[in-house]
């Protein structure tokens, strides 16, 4: 074997041993400038005329299958190295979390998680709908046509109009989920429908996104002594007092009637607000679905009637938990998030305590 062979079989073998940091040095040493083919390239200029040439040609090709037996073998290891890493960082996503996790659960969260367990006892279940909706559903199905004043109340914002003309709008109310569950099931029905609301209002009390939850309830037989003992369980449950005072109070909406508003008992005695007392405090809407109501959405208003409500997440947040400020809910500060947020791991139930 001559030089030639010599040097490109020992290289050969090296790389085929060579690991990544091994693999630069041979580089290094094979192809840098005071490399071993760098050398020989000199060494060209004292041979004759006729062999230089074949010579060159010769070191050239060598200098090549170097270079790509170097760089398949670096993709080789790349690849075994990722393959590697990957089988021994794989997680085991059946493992239970781990208990000291940091994370806390918004006061928001924890309180639909609450409502939602308190309902889910007594027989509802979760329903959802879009957040943009169309004229029908937020409002004219629910008895509320356009030329109605209940419509200003709602500060709506409205979308840029669509080709045929319509304006969608952000949902002002939970309410249009009753409208799309009636349309879509069969009574018996009950629901509640959790989520978020949008309103152009914006100041120490209002916020333009704000969250309710829906409540409904179609059957042949439901009535207001149906209504009345749901809710006063509900306000029970949720604040922990069996003796809560609950009342209902003649109201109006276009899509209940009769309608009423809720009070809970409460006490302002030294300027601070608190549950349970002989003052009231206005917290629910509801009644009994307008007949023209079920007609809108398909549902026989001479065989079934129902009940249906809904109310603010964060004023009952507010009042559960003495948060003072509607605005420090969307403020995504983490100093108060660690204040008022719960573990992560205490989900709400009747059985097991509703707060942790
Ligand atoms: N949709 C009403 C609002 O946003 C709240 C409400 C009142 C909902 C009475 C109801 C109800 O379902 O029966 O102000």
Redesign the pocket.
């Known amino acids: 074997m001559d030089n030639h062979d010599q040097l490109r079989s020992d290289l050969l073998s090296r790389i085929a041993d060579a690991d990544l940091g091994r693999l630069e040095e041979l580089r290094v040493e094979a192809l840098g400038r005071k490399g071993a083919i760098s050398e020989m390239m000199r060494g060209l200029g004292a041979l004759p005329g006729d062999q230089r040439k074949d010579a060159g040609q010769a070191l050239n090709a060598l200098k090549t299958e170097i270079a790509s037996a170097i760089d398949a073998r670096h993709a080789m290891l790349s690849s075994a190295g990722l393959e590697a890493r990957l089988a021994t960082e794989t997680i085991d996503i059946t493992l239970p979390s781990r208990p000291h996790a940091d994370g806390r659960i918004h006061p928001i969260s924890q309180t639909i998680d609450e409502m939602v367990a308190i309902f889910c006892e007594m027989g509802f279940r979760v329903a959802e709908g879009p957040h943009i909706e169309d004229d029908f559903h937020n409002f004219t199905a629910l008895n509320i046509p356009p030329e109605h004043p209940a419509r200003q109340d709602h500060d709506t914002f409205y979308l840029t109009e669509t080709e045929d003309g319509a304006r969608p709008v952000l949902r002002?109310?939970t309410?249009p989920v009753?409208v799309r569950t009636m349309q879509t099931s069969e009574p018996p029905i009950r629901i509640v429908v959790p989520g978020r609301t949008f309103r152009a209002d914006h100041d120490a009390t209002h916020s333009p996104m704000f969250h309710?939850i829906?409540g409904l309830v179609v059957d042949e037989n439901t009535h207001m002594g149906h209504l009345k003992g749901c809710l006063t369980e509900f306000w029970r449950a949720f604040f922990g007092m069996d003796d809560l005072p609950v009342r209902f109070r003649p109201s109006f909406?276009p899509?209940?009637e009769p309608?009423a508003e809720v009070d809970i008992g409460c006490s302002r005695e030294g300027g601070g607000l608190k549950i349970g007392g002989s003052d009231w405090l206005e917290i629910l809407?509801?009644?009994m679905i307008h007949p023209r109501v079920l007609e809108n959405c398909g549902i026989d208003s001479s065989r079934y009637q129902g009940f249906?409500?809904?109310l603010g997440i964060e004023r009952a947040a507010m009042l559960k938990y003495g948060i003072p400020d509607l605005r420090t809910f969307y403020e995504s500060d983490l100093r108060w998030l660690k204040h008022y947020g719960f573990p992560a791991l205490a989900q709400p139930t009747i059985a097991g305590g509703l707060t942790p």
């Open positions: 002002t109310h309410s009753q309710q829906e909406f899509f209940t309608s809407g509801c009644g249906a409500f809904g």
